[in-house]
């Protein structure tokens, strides 16, 4: 009864969340397997931020239900953000569900399925749904531990939880509570000993996460705290390389446009989510920002790097979105050419405000309007990545690729990922690769051992 299977759904936040919980589970004597096969325990952790990733998880949840049918004993939670978001109402299409987890609960799974199994097993009083979800104090310090006997050359690092803005759209404020913010050094001493463990890269995780401490940590010398945070993290030794997700745009203030010049671990990545190139629009959605504003951010951070990467996510067919509004979005997008974009089609979410706003478009123009903004990004993405061939990038060595004999896999500075040929020994080193094949989204290269390479690789700051 303890061979434990967590699947997620979603953000990179549930990933880190998910990897805490089965760093927990482990240290309680569970054994987490990677075959759900093979599982007594399966636990969704989930996703609520458009109705394809409940239905998802809904649709596997009830599978899973049928697998209890017929072995009684086999357990099956969800947790995360679609518990949070329809709690108890869950039962009534998943009535054997064993468990239920908010997003402010997780450390507490390893009591709830040793009281579970305990009952299975016939030591306790009948099996019943567990269900907890209520807010918890200080539960955005329990993302911490890791799975110290894997190295992981790039890391995720929780620093905070929750979200205080109110995007009509958005569903997150509901799932994740209100932000609440990890101290500096805690987050640093989690990053010395990932570091200590053979990390090199980390990517620091919230859902605000350029937002990190407003309001509760005072800026100091005209820095916030979140680059006061970047910075108090820039001295860990032996760290190479630091990056965050998933920002706002109203949050690349002066000192963060600055510390990607002062701060060379800081990867020239920005994450930019504009959701709609219409003020009309934008103002429709909450968001704090009109065209105008945005584009001057872009300026700001391509004129203090001008190599900088720029991703963003765009929502069409947001309720009212009309031709005009569409085409505004649409010359905005092919105006900053993004590297990297997330285009979502608008997906009602009961509870937000967007959800009754009258006028929702027909799902035939979403995909209409989808389709024409992945074709852009093709064409900007490939060009960004052609423009690469013939030089020398700097490579965080991950691992073997998943294809091909001998073939690593890493990523430049920008988020693009290169394979090459290599060896077990250059994991976790930079490594220069001379670009020879671009496609829109993988580079394929031959590694140089230059100065450069060496010198990073030696140096220990
Ligand atoms: N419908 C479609 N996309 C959404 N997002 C958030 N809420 C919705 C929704 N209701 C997108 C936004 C956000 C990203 C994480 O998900 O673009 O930035």
Known sequence: MNRVYVKTYGCQMNERDSEAVSSKLRARGYSIVDD????????????????????KAIGKAGYLAARKKKTPNFVFGVMGCMAQNHGEDLLDRLPDLDLIVGTQKFHRIPDHLDNIVSTITGLGPSPQTIIDLGDEEDSQNEIREHTPDQLKVSAFVSI???????????????????????????????????????????????????????????????????VQLLEAIHEVKSLKRIRFTSPHPVGYGKD?????????????????????????????????????????????????????????????GFPGETETDYEQTKDLFEEVGFEMAFIFKYSIRTGTKAADLADQIPRETKETRNQELLRILEKSSLRRNESLLGSSQQVLVEGPARKGKGQ??????????????????????????????????????????????????????
Do not use: W
């Not at 399966?42 to 239905?55: G, I, K, P």
């Open 36 to 55: 759900e096969k093979n599982a007594d325990v399966v636990l969704l952790n989930t996703c609520s931020v458009r109705d394809q990733a409940e239905q």
């Open 160 to 226: 905070m939880q929750g979200c205080n803005m109110n995007c009509a759209f958005c569903i997150v404020p509901k799932t994740r509570g209100e932000e609440r913010y990890r101290p500096i050094e805690q987050i640093v001493a989690e990053v010395e000993e990932l570091v200590s463990s053979g990390t090199r890269e980390v990517t620091l995780l919230g859902q605000i996460v350029n937002a990190y401490g407003r309001g509760q940590i005072p800026f100091f010398k005209g820095k916030s705290p979140f």
């Open 256 to 316: 963060l446009v600055n510390a990607y010049r002062e701060l060379p671990k800081l990867c020239e990545y920005a994450h930019l989510p504009v959701q709609s190139g219409s003020n009309r629009i934008l103002k429709a959605m909450n968001r704090p920002y009109t065209k105008e504003k945005f584009l001057r951010i872009v300026d700001s951070l391509r004129e203090s790097v001008p190599d900088i990467y720029l991703s963003t996510d765009i929502i069409v």
């Open 408 to 461: 690593y896999i890493g990523r430049t500075r920008g988020f693009r990922k290169v394979i090459f040929p290599g060896n077990k020994r250059m994991v976790g080193q930079l490594l220069d690769v001379k670009i020879e094949e671009a496609t829109v989204t993988i580079l394929h290269g031959l590694p140089t051992l230059t100065k450069s390479t060496l010198e990073a690789n030696s140096s220990t700051v």
